[in-house]
């Protein structure tokens, strides 16, 4: 199964998937990690503005959780990979 295909996901995120999927076929994998990093810098810094440092902190908490799992297998966490 498409990680974009994961119900757990929302519109947005797919959206943003398939953004840097298509990012990654037609320009290439500098451009992908330009945007990619553009990206989570903006989420990041919404986060940060609406949910105050704390509500960061678990956000990323909750990423490298997921990193973590899907590397070892053990979680349903997607993998990183998207092209």
């Known amino acids: 199964m498409p990680f974009t295909d994961d119900p757990e996901l929302s519109p947005l995120a797919v959206l943003a998937a398939n953004s ?6 037609h320009r290439g994998p500098d451009a992908f990690d330009e945007d990619a990093l553009i990206l989570f810098m903006a989420v990041g810094s919404i986060i940060a503005r609406t949910r105050g440092p704390e509500g960061l902190r678990d956000a990323m908490e909750a990423l490298h959780l997921a990193v973590d799992e899907s590397r070892d297998g053990s979680g349903g966490a997607p993998s990183p990979a998207i092209n």
Do not use: D, I
Request: proline share 0%; hydrophobic share 15%; no cysteine.
């Open 20 to 25: 840097l999927r298509e990012t990654y076929k």
